[in-house]
Each structure stands twice: as structure tokens, then as C-alpha cells.
């Protein structure tokens, strides 16, 4: 079992930025692919970015290419995510989600998701 937990979350304004961490415990992460996923009120959960057990490649979501940057130290067992020039549009909650296989942008594949953190962008 892995156990996630997100934090970073919180209020900020049009323009911001923030950084999320993920925390991962039980069985160790470093050979997992790693993605954070956001869910806005009355939408569905939607893919963000993701990145390969060992960093090399990362995929990332049209809509935050360019601001968003993912990144993991599996030393620490932890993923990060680096949002700038952030939008209302990105106000949601944000998940953190382990898979035991190649880098996907398939909510669907990954095994293990943590409880999220709130995102809120004021305009």
C-alpha cells in the first residue's frame, strides 16, 4: 500500500503562484509514475501533469504547459508541483496519484491517490 498526502494548497490571487507537494509513505515510491489531477466544483477530474519514476520524462495538460512544472525527489519520496501565473480557471482541488507503470495521463491507471488539497485563484 502507498499512502499520498498532498499539501501546498491554498488562497491566492490572478497572477500567483504556489507549490504542491506530495508526500508518499508505505511502499516506496521511486518506481512509481507520479501525476497530480485537479477537480473543479461540478467538472470532472481532469489530468494536470505527470512525471516517470525517474524524471526524465513529464507530460503536462495544455492548459498549464508552460506554467506548471512537475518534479519528484525520490530520496524524500516526495512530487512536487510548481504552479505559476496562476488563473481562476485553475481553482480546484488538486490530487496527488501513484502508478505502478510507464507515464500516463489515464486517471483511470494510476493505483493510489491521496485525500487533496484546495487551490483557490481570486480574480
Known amino acids: 500500500q502507498v499512502q499520498l498526502v498532498e499539501s501546498g494548497g491554498g488562497l491566492v490571487q490572478d497572477g500567483g503562484s504556489l507549490r504542491l507537494s506530495c508526500a508518499a509513505s508505505?511502499?516506496?515510491?521511486?518506481?512509481?509514475?507520479m501525476g497530480w489531477f485537479r477537480q473543479a466544483p461540478g467538472k470532472e477530474r481532469e489530468f494536470v501533469a505527470a512525471i516517470s519514476w525517474s524524471g526524465g520524462r513529464t507530460n503536462y495538460a495544455d492548459s498549464v504547459q508552460g506554467r506548471f512544472t512537475i518534479s519528484r525527489d525520490n530520496a524524500k519520496n516526495t512530487v512536487f508541483l510548481r504552479m505559476n501565473s496562476l488563473q481562476p480557471e485553475d481553482t480546484a482541488v488538486y490530487y496527488c496519484?501513484?502508478?505502478?507503470?510507464?507515464?500516463?495521463?489515464?486517471?483511470?491507471?494510476?493505483?493510489?491517490w491521496g485525500q487533496g488539497t484546495q487551490v483557490t485563484v481570486s480574480s
Open positions: 496519484a501513484a502508478a505502478h507503470r510507464a507515464i500516463t495521463d489515464e486517471s483511470d491507471l494510476y493505483d493510489y
Open positions: 508505505g511502499r516506496t515510491c521511486s518506481r512509481y509514475t
